[in-house]
């Protein structure tokens, strides 16, 4: 059984959505899987990303609603990241149009990351920037829950995301009994990886995209998924062909990004058994399950 479930969608009728909601032009298909996701340009000098999500059994719309609603909090906050624009018919960022929910996303600011050139996990200051946008981001979705709790509670607990493959994950007592404490766990992006923020040398940070995947769970969790990466490639090689990775560096790689986690004002010090026990209990079971 696939972990994704994609489905087909009229693309002819997306095109035409796009011109009427937005006046642009959609073009390439970057990727298909839950989400359709598209280029689409305006008067030939503005890119942005449309997302395209098929949604037959009417599940979807609650969180992305707080999905754009967050992203604007977060843009106006200084956080990069990629908001989405309103409709010119609607004014609102969420088009629902029969089972289909199309978003159009400003493009990422900064330099696409090069996946197999290493530099997202060998260059000090990037990971120090990631490091440092996670504190504020992990900030920031607090004071949202506080400022708007009723939309903050259409967030998606973990349990449920990928149609309920985590539910059965083993969680350790330590860990169960942070989940009403809202320091540990909050809402958060879920999936941070090279492939879903580009680097912004203007600001020292990555400005992230791909928010499908916002969640309710433990914020270390988040802090976990780009070191889990980094695990990855130092136990299984690259992706592309099994080749050994030696630039894998998995406690050097924490070691930057927990600098600049902790660097930020309001942060306390992490735990870093609790760190450890999201790496090497929920990763490797999500990986697990992702597998069956």
Not at 198 to 212: K, L
Request: charged share 20%; hydrophobic share 40%.
């Amino acid at each position: 059984m696939p972990l994704f479930e994609t489905i087909s969608i009229d693309t002819e009728r997306v095109r035409q959505l796009a011109r009427d909601h937005w006046d642009v032009e959609v073009g390439e298909c970057l990727k298909s899987a839950q989400n359709h996701t598209f280029i689409a340009n305006k008067n030939d000098s503005e890119r942005f990303i449309l997302r395209v999500t098929p949604d037959p059994n009417n599940k979807r719309l609650d969180s992305t609603e707080l999905e754009v609603a967050l992203l604007d909090y977060l843009h106006k906050n200084q956080l990069p990241v990629c908001r989405a624009i309103p409709s010119s018919i609607t004014s609102k960022s969420v088009v629902h149009f029969e089972s289909l929910i199309l978003c159009l996303f400003t493009y990422a600011t900064g330099e696409p990351v090069v996946y197999t050139d290493w530099t997202w996990m060998t260059n000090k200051d990037i990971v120090i920037g990631l490091g440092h946008w996670f504190a504020r981001l992990h900030k920031l979705t607090r004071c949202f829950v506080q400022e708007q709790p009723d939309l903050a509670a259409r967030a998606r607990h973990w349990t449920t995301l990928h149609d309920g493959v985590l539910a059965g994950v083993e969680v350790d007592e330590r860990d169960k009994a942070t989940v009403t404490d809202p320091t540990h766990f909050g809402i958060i992006h879920g999936d941070v990886n090279p492939s879903n923020y580009f680097w912004d040398p203007a600001v020292m940070m990555p400005c992230m995209f791909d928010w499908d995947q916002l969640q309710q769970s433990w914020f270390l969790y988040d802090l976990s998924a780009p070191i889990w990466g980094v695990v990855s490639l130092e136990r299984g090689g690259s992706p592309i062909d099994r080749s050994p990775v030696p630039q894998a560096n998995p406690q050097l790689y924490t070691a930057w990004l927990l600098e600049g986690y902790e660097s930020e004002e309001g942060i306390k010090p992490v735990d870093r058994d609790a760190l450890q026990r999201m790496n090497y209990q929920l990763n490797i079971q999500w990986q697990n399950s992702a597998n069956l």
